[in-house]
């Protein structure tokens, strides 16, 4: 996989190119590349070093990294600040870890860009909001196009997230791909056989995969989380009670044991008409024979143990 193809023009829309005038032909290129060109696409167009020199001079081509410029204005966008990334590095690049996420619609988009080089790396990188990672060769199927721009599969981007330090974002990245139905266990498994960091996450969450159904909150995933550390039979979420609507239903329920558990954050809680609604989906809960508990954020998150003992307790 060459991700060369950025830099690259169709035999076809190059000869195009060159056959318009300089700026026409720069503005023309630039429409279908948000708005960013590199060094290696100007020449190919016809435009000579000089001439890349007066118009950086003029404030026609804002540099942005090394060899890759804005084209009439220096402020880019946001994949216009991807793109431009990815041609500072020029080879085998792709986005990856949180910013593959975001372009994969798992995550939210965040400010830094993180990308992956194939190799490894000929100078230390400099500083600067491109977070570069390097892996020793690409695998068939570990790289997508989207919109143009090459980016790491579902299942290698939970792979990388799975090797971070932090695995919120790694939990959120899963459930949503399993709310999207693109969760694939054989690419999945791949990843693991490639024994990287994070296989171990990915492998203990496979194993649970069937048992673990989508959440709705950060809060249920670090319960679901909870469960799995204690080793808690897995629970049934969003167990519709009464009408079955949204909030006729139950964060967590064991149906055979007649438990059930509501993990309550305080932003949705808090207020008197939550309050009202809980108490009464505990009372409903109990006459429908339902043992309820009821855990707060800093209980779920500060005390697991506690919280575990009582589930377990409850679960007898």
């Not at 966008?77 to 593959?100: C, E, K, M, Q, W």
């Not at 690409?138 to 579902?154: A, K, Q, R, Y």
């Not at 609507?245 to 139950?250: I, K």
């Not at 697991?304 to 679960?315: D, E, F, I, Q, Y």
Request: glycine share 6%; with cysteine; net charge positive.
């Amino acid at each position: 996989m060459a991700t060369n193809m950025l830099s690259d023009f169709a035999p076809a829309e190059r000869a195009h190119l060159r056959t318009l005038p300089p700026d026409r032909a720069i503005a023309e290129a630039a429409v279908t590349r948000d708005g960013v060109l590199d060094h290696r696409q100007l020449v190919a167009i016809g435009i000579s070093e000089s001439a890349i020199t007066r118009r950086v001079q003029r404030g026609l081509l804002h540099p942005q990294h090394r060899g890759v410029y804005a084209v009439g204005r220096p402020d880019l966008n946001r994949r216009g600040r991807l793109r431009a990334a990815l041609l500072r590095h020029g080879r085998s690049v792709v986005l990856s870890h949180r910013t593959a996420a975001a372009e994969l619609d798992l995550l939210r988009v965040r400010s830094r860009i993180d990308i992956t080089l194939a190799g490894r790396p000929d100078r230390p990188p400099r500083r600067s909001s491109v977070d570069l990672r390097y892996t020793r060769r690409w695998l068939p199927g570990e790289v997508v196009w989207i919109d143009g721009l090459p980016c790491t599969s579902v299942a290698r981007t939970l792979a990388d997230l799975a090797g971070e330090p932090c695995r919120d974002d790694f939990t959120r990245a899963w459930n949503c791909a399993d709310r999207r139905l693109l969760l694939d266990v054989r690419p999945l498994g791949a990843q693991i056989a490639r024994r990287r960091a994070g296989s171990s996450v990915l492998c203990a969450r496979l194993e649970h995969y069937d048992a673990s159904p989508p959440t709705e909150s950060v809060l249920e995933e670090r319960f679901l989380e909870l469960c799995r550390v204690f080793s808690i039979p897995s629970p049934v979420c969003q167990w519709p009670l009464g009408s079955g609507d949204r909030l006729g239903r139950v964060d967590f329920v064991w149906p055979g044991k007649r438990v059930a558990a509501e993990v309550d954050g305080r932003r949705w809680h808090a207020i008197q008409a939550a309050f009202e609604r809980d108490r009464e989906k505990d009372l409903q809960l109990r006459e429908a024979g339902f043992d309820p508990h009821r855990y707060t954020y800093r209980q779920v998150t500060d005390q697991a143990a506690r919280v575990a003992s009582g589930v377990l307790r409850a679960l007898g």
